[in-house]
């Protein structure tokens, strides 16, 4: 008995070329809404990181008389950590991002 789960709608051949959405893209190959929605995934991300982060906050709230408070403080603030860190990625994606925006703009007025 086989636990694989097939899939309808055809198969996949080894030839077969790859389908776009697969396939990594270069940000200077992308159109301006592309950048847009990659920029708006990784916001998305960002804002669900600090969801989790909230929630968790306020269910140690709930139970601070636990043992685990003290365990669970460190983990608390190395999340705290890796989302500043998040934080300034994400900042430093939209200025590169719109950098290479006002680059295009000032490279097609220069060639016109």
Do not use: C, W
């Not at 198969?11 to 959405?21: A, E, K, V, W």
Request: avoid cysteine; charged fraction near 30%.
């Amino acid at each position: 008995m086989s636990n694989v789960v097939s899939i309808s709608g055809g198969s996949y051949n080894p030839g077969d070329p790859i389908p776009d959405f697969i396939k990594p893209q270069s940000i200077e190959d992308m159109t301006d809404e592309q950048m847009d929605l990659l920029l708006d995934a990784i916001r998305t991300r960002r804002l669900q990181a600090h969801y989790r982060f909230n929630e968790t906050k306020k269910l140690k709230n709930a139970a601070a008389n636990n043992r685990m408070s003290m365990r669970y403080d460190k983990v608390m603030q190395a999340y705290a950590k890796e989302l500043d860190k998040f934080d300034k990625y994400v900042e430093k994606m939209e200025k590169v991002t719109n950098d290479l925006r006002l680059m295009r703009l000032q490279m097609g007025e220069s060639m016109i």
